[in-house]
């Protein structure tokens, strides 16, 4: 009873309540010697930890508990077991070491004959084949869950086998096939009134009529699954449709539409890793960042092509801004967002017309005006993106100076955010180093004479130093950088 109260306060949110129970149920569990019952608990502990992102504690728990539920001959919470270690296997991406747990629990409920236990296993062992690009083996999976799903007429579990099936048909490019696994989930989730179930259709709709040329109706697909995820209170499926959605406005060249949907995406992953509600939280937010930098990147091109003088000029300022950014502390996601900066440092330069920007002489003071002001237009277009990662500083204040006579705002020495310091420095080193209209690209043994004499007017003279160092321990002589389901807890 103890452990049945703990998993109604735990599905209700309230996982330190939940854990107290547990263990009262554990200890009463081993003064008993009740080795049954203390193998249960030690997986209600388990599931606890796994979903406070212990991984490490809840494994040892697992193992524990299997031990014991072997201990007592309990083939049903031995499977159990092993499936949920087969997740956790799955989070961390060891996915031989998930299949190898899939298949002990599907052995064990094979010899029990629980079929539908079975079809659960059998479903998440084909998402790992699936991930491991091992369609044949997949497809198997899929199929046979399918068979003791429909044989048990489980109506909800042959959803998300098709599901499955349309996402397996979609990776290896089977398009016709996805579209017909999408079309019996829609039957089947429409027929049990299934918001969740349709809006993860709609989901695959969306990705399918984005990979077959079809943009329009993805964006409307990928609209609706978004609109029933929020209906439904999803924020993981909601999440997820706005970022395949931005991928369709990546497609069309949209940037600023692909940013909105990214950032839209982000806020809400932003909330799931606040609650601590998804496992692989960390893996979906890496693959996410890796949308935001294909879109910065491709938004950044698109900048440069206006000026034919500064071709790959965002690519190179970021990789430089990043190599120093690492030796001045920055790390993990922090250097991806300063990357993506670099990649948009110079997003004003939209509104400033091409005979200005590739004018070969000296500018009037009126171009010149208007040259300066893309720092400014700059950081309103980055303001109203509402990006989740304060980029704005990048963009707008890379054109400070130390001596305080930079613009647009005359801010000086430490008064200028240290990540417009930081891109201030790799944006001057690669001007200098780049063919302008005005004249050829210098060696980098000049370019660093004249940042030197510029060092403490114009550059931050302590990240210059370090700058300096990385370049000179570089070996090239051209410094330019080359481009699941919820585990179970049973009773």
């Known amino acids: 009873m103890l452990r049945w109260i703990g998993t109604v306060h735990r599905e209700r949110g309230d996982r330190d309540l939940a854990a107290d129970l547990y263990e009262t149920s554990l200890a009463v569990a081993e003064t008993n010697g009740l080795a049954e019952h203390t193998a249960s608990a030690l997986n209600c502990l388990a599931v606890v930890e796994q979903f406070r992102g212990h991984l490490e504690t809840s494994e040892t728990l697992y193992t524990r508990a299997r031990a014991m539920a072997e201990e007592a001959h309990d083939e049903r919470l031995a499977a159990m077991i092993d499936q949920n270690l087969g997740m956790l296997a799955n989070i961390r991406g060891d996915l031989e070491a998930a299949l190898a747990r899939y298949r002990s629990a599907l052995e064990r409920l094979r010899r029990l004959g629980d079929d539908l236990a079975a079809a659960w296993v059998l479903n998440n062992m084909g998402m790992a084949y699936v991930d491991l690009k091992a369609w044949g083996p997949a497809e198997i999976c899929f199929d046979e869950a399918f068979e003791l799903a429909d044989r048990l007429r489980d109506t909800g579990t042959l959803g998300s086998v098709e599901l499955n099936r349309a996402e397996l048909q979609l990776q290896r490019g089977d398009h016709e096939w996805a579209r017909e696994s999408c079309d019996r989930a829609f039957e089947i989730w429409g027929r049990l009134g299934s918001d969740y179930g349709l809006a993860e259709t709609y989901k695959f709709y969306g990705i399918l009529f984005r ?65 601590r509600e998804i496992l692989d939280l960390d893996s979906r937010l890496d693959r996410l960042e890796e949308t935001y930098l294909r879109v910065t990147r491709a938004w950044g091109e698109s900048i440069e092509s206006k000026d034919r003088y500064t071709a790959g000029h965002c690519q190179r300022v970021a990789d430089f801004a990043c190599m120093l950014a690492e030796a001045a502390g920055f790390e993990g996601r922090d250097l991806n967002w300063l990357r993506m900066g670099g990649f948009l440092h110079d997003v004003g330069k939209t509104a400033v017309p091409e005979e200005v920007l590739n004018k070969p002489g000296a500018l009037t003071a009126e171009e010149w005006a208007i040259m300066k002001s893309h720092t400014v237009v700059g950081d309103q277009i980055v303001a109203e993106l509402n990006f989740p990662w304060d980029i704005r500083p990048v963009v707008r204040n890379h054109h400070e100076r130390w001596d305080g006579t930079g613009y647009p705002d005359g801010l000086a020495g430490e008064a200028i955010p240290l990540t417009a310091r930081i891109l201030c420095v790799a944006d001057v080193y690669d001007a200098l180093t780049s063919t302008r209209s005005y004249r050829p690209a210098l060696p980098q043994s000049e370019a660093l004479r004249i940042m030197e004499r510029d060092a403490g007017r114009i550059l931050d003279p302590e990240l210059f130093r370090v700058f300096r160092q990385l370049l000179t321990e570089r070996a090239s002589g051209d410094a330019r950088p080359r481009s699941l389901a919820a585990p179970i807890s049973g009773t």
């Open 211 to 275: 990979e077959t040329g079809k943009p329009h109706l993805a964006q409307s697909h990928f609209a609706l699954a978004a609109k029933l995820a929020a209906q439904c209170e999803d924020r993981l499926l909601e999440a997820e449709s706005y970022s395949e959605w931005a991928l369709v406005h990546l497609g069309e060249q949209r940037n600023r539409d692909a940013l909105e949907c990214l950032n839209r995406a982000q806020r809400l992953f932003t909330e799931l890793q606040a609650r």
